[in-house]
């Protein structure tokens, strides 16, 4: 069943049983991993909605010591990744000990392979406290009040970064933590007498969320501006972020001889706009799910069309698939877990007596 609603004054033609995307995050994907003695494995950042300093929270609620929300324990040593999922800034972070705990400690790190773009991002503590942290080397000294540690910012792209443990006191073991959640991520026991190498490398297309047409017997409904277009919704399952839709099309009406050489009636744009979830029930007067608040509104001329095959329907009509691909020029973080609406709608010339359809 379908439903025209009106939703922040924007017309949208929700589709509950049909829709065809794939969405990806290619562009900005990356593949992180570890290597510790006999452990090699892939990690993810711990991911939030705020900066790598907010996150490590230096001095707050503590004096001169890091508070971040997975919590730290005393004599325990965290090293994790850290994604601001707002920005996609990528950060390395590090903490020692708990504030509080009876016992001091003292810990100094190598660190080999930071890319020129890193930049000591959180310094726990400053040089005034008597502590030295840069991109090649940190040496830390900390009371039973305190923790140590900082966090190296500037990772985006590709790198291989080694730590090597120099000498450590009061820190009796180590562990990488590994998200992407950043308040209970997974702890990987560490054997810091070994160095531990942590690489970023640039992955494969990530599929965030697929729906392929139906050839058969798929129909288009005419979505562009100006008029009720269509949205279709998708739960976010990986938190790393949207950088390109694909999606299918066909031009109502549209009947050439021979649809795969001859000129389409054209789209001048695509407009893409993303929403968030009404759940069903949320509003009594509508019974089912549907967009709610706009996040993301992006208008793309540049995008590639393809002609895929004409079905012939029931009547004798026949529709002429196409296929669709475009970048977005920004990408649209989300969260994990999260359920979101989508609308693509299409600029069509003024003169075009074929409107484009969404399949």
Request: contains cysteine; aromatic residues 12%.
């Amino acid at each position: 069943m379908n439903k025209i609603l009106n939703i922040a004054k924007i017309n949208v033609l929700v589709l509950v049983c049909v829709g065809i995307l794939v969405l990806t995050g290619h562009a900005l994907a990356m593949d992180y991993a570890i290597t510790n003695g006999a452990i090699v494995q892939g990690v993810i950042p711990l991911t939030k909605a705020e900066s790598a300093t907010d996150f490590y929270k230096y001095g707050n609620p503590f004096s001169a010591s890091g508070d971040p929300e997975f919590g730290t324990v005393s004599g325990v040593g965290f090293i994790w990744l850290y994604e601001n999922s707002l920005t996609g800034d990528v950060s390395l972070g590090m903490i020692f000990d708990k504030p509080l705990d009876g016992s001091g400690g003292t810990a100094e790190l190598s660190f080999s392979g930071v890319p020129s773009s890193g930049f000591v991002e959180v310094a726990d503590d400053p040089p005034a406290v008597g502590d030295t942290f840069d991109v090649t080397h940190g040496k830390w000294g900390w009371e039973e009040c305190c923790t140590d540690g900082g966090m190296i910012g500037g990772l985006n792209g590709t790198w291989e970064i080694t730590l090597s443990l120099d000498d450590a006191t009061g820190v009796d073991e180590w562990y990488f933590l590994n998200g992407p959640s950043s308040a209970s991520p997974s702890w990987v026991r560490l054997d810091m007498s070994e160095r531990l190498v942590i690489t970023a490398k640039k992955s494969k297309p990530i599929v965030k969320w697929s729906q392929l047409p139906d050839m058969a017997y798929g129909v288009n409904i005419k979505s562009v501006e100006q008029e009720p277009f269509v949205a279709d919704d998708w739960r976010c399952v990986d938190p790393r972020a949207v950088t390109d839709v694909h999606f299918w099309g066909s031009y109502i009406g549209w009947d050439p001889g021979d649809p795969s050489s001859e000129p389409t009636p054209g789209v001048n744009a695509f407009v893409i706009r993303i929403f968030s979830d009404i759940p069903a029930g949320a509003d009594p007067e509508r019974r089912y799910s549907h967009p709610g608040e706009l996040l993301y509104e992006a208008h793309i001329g540049d995008f590639v069309e393809e002609y895929v095959k004409t079905i012939v329907h029931s009547d004798g009509t026949k529709e002429h698939k196409f296929s669709y691909s475009l970048d977005l020029p920004e990408p649209f973080r989300q969260e994990e877990g999260t359920i979101y609406w989508i609308s693509i709608s299409a600029k069509m010339p003024q003169e075009s007596k074929f409107p484009w359809g969404w399949e």
